[in-house]
């Protein structure tokens, strides 16, 4: 049960932070719009009334300025990157990159008893039967 509960956490965030609000905001706004055009006409005009841009609702209205804002939010400043080292008030003094000096490989297999079978001889298959 946890793991269904942190499953659903996680898409549920990855919903949010790539916009999935707006659409489920919209999707409520749309299922409205067609019940209210609908008891007016048949579902069919209220369907058609719903899509055709020329008859928004308030929420509809409300999730265009919205996202509006948001988009305006997102572009005004870019998004620092974790590779500029100016973003944590540092400057740079050098460019060169310093490695590790490579190590020998010189393992030695300790405390093991040699690989082979009690008495020197590898085991004797079992006899078959034809």
Known sequence: MDKVFQRAFLVLLVCLLSG?????LQGIAWTGMIVDYSREATLWDGVRKTFDGQN?????MAINRGMQEEAARNSEAPAPRVDDVRLFGLQPTSTRVLRPAPRALDYEV???????????????PPPRFV
């Open 20 to 24: 999935g609000h707006w659409a489920v």
């Open 110 to 124: 300790v405390g093991h008893p040699p690989l082979e079978a009690p008495g020197g001889k590898p085991p004797v």
């Open 56 to 60: 928004p609702c308030n929420m509809c």
